[in-house]
């Protein structure tokens, strides 16, 4: 697949809680906000349309609306501390459902498994101060940076992999690069699945709901809880994706590591999640990847197990 050019913007960013009051941001604020509504709804409306009136595949989306300018590299590798130690705990959590369900698919089980096992969320003075991050980086945001984690938004979810599944299956026979790109799917709408039920389950505010002014392009009503960030949608499906892709492929792993870098990287520039919504996402899709691995890809568990990092399943994921 296609990597983004790397002369990248100079950003350098540094229970629910009721909401906040701001002082009146400056001029440069709002013309930088002003311009996040207006790449927002380009990107987010326009390959959305496009989709559906051309019924188009990843590639032809990502063909018609190239990636511009990313992060620097830099700048989103601070996120690894966040997703980094979830392998190992996943493979930790997945214990339990080798020993007593072995190593057939049952994907139904497998979802409420997900759901009674995944950790909550932090406590509400932890979420409070991973707020401040949040806070940060939206009083540095730019319009390359706002152009960048835009695109990640609209594309970042499925696109990106979906094109990463069809670059392995060009490698592959018929039925075999088939296969993958199916397994990739199912993942995809696995992991949507599980964080949104998760989301209404924890209730966890996304930040711009806790202070509606660091998304102007979103309404936020008084007294709305969700959009939930918790777990994030984006981060697992990246985790699965690149757990699932970069073990048939180890030599593309450090590609697939800097998509999810900057997938991760851009949700909390941007406001919907704070750090450990990245973290639990990134656990539940490592799980989901290491579930599909055995079960669609004929791996053995102890072939996909990655040393040390236990957790315990009431422990919060980004402890």
């Given amino acids: ?13 540094t229970a629910p809680v009721p909401p906040r009051r701001r002082p009146r941001p400056p001029a440069r604020y709002v013309v930088v906000s002003v311009l996040a509504v ?6 987010l409306v326009g390959p959305a349309v496009y989709g559906f009136l051309t019924d188009s ?6 063909a018609a609306d190239p990636p511009p300018t990313l992060f620097p590299d830099a700048t989103v590798r601070r996120v690894d501390s ?42 509400a003075a932890r979420r409070s101060a991973e707020m401040g991050e949040v806070e940060r980086l939206d009083r540095q945001r730019t319009a390359a940076g706002i152009t960048a984690a835009t695109w990640l938004e609209a594309h970042g979810k499925k696109d990106v992999w979906k094109l990463a599944a069809h670059d392995q299956a060009e490698y592959l026979a018929g039925s075999t690069g088939d296969g993958r790109k199916n397994a990739v799917d199912d993942m995809l709408s696995m992991t949507k699945t599980v964080a949104d039920d998760l989301g209404t389950t924890f ?18 009503s008084p007294g709305d809880v969700c959009p939930c960030s ?47 919504d990245i973290a639990g996402g990134t656990l539940l899709g490592d799980m989901v990847g290491q579930y599909f691995l055995v079960t669609r890809g004929g791996v053995a568990p102890d072939q996909v197990s990655s040393a040390g990092g236990a957790v315990e399943a009431g422990e919060p994921a980004g402890s």
Avoid: C, N
């Fill in 1 to 13: 697949m296609t990597t983004a050019t790397v002369d990248r913007p100079t950003t350098t960013p």
């Fill in 38 to 43: 207006l790449a927002l709804v380009g990107a």
């Fill in 57 to 62: 595949t990843a590639k032809d989306r990502i």
């Fill in 82 to 123: 966040l997703t980094d130690p979830q392998q190992a705990r996943a493979t930790t959590l997945m214990q339990q459902w080798w020993s007593d369900h072995g190593t057939t698919a049952d994907d139904t089980a497998f979802q409420a498994f997900l759901e009674a096992t995944l950790p909550g969320p932090p406590d």
């Fill in 203 to 220: 209730q966890m505010s996304a930040p711009y709901v806790l202070e509606p002014s660091l998304r102007t392009d979103h309404v936020v």
């Fill in 230 to 276: 918790y777990p994030s949608r984006h981060a697992s499906a990246a985790a699965a994706s690149r757990t699932f892709l970069a073990h048939f492929m180890p030599q593309r792993d450090a590609e697939y590591r800097w998509w999810q870098d900057q997938i991760d990287y851009s949700r909390i520039y941007m406001a919907g999640h704070v750090a450990s």
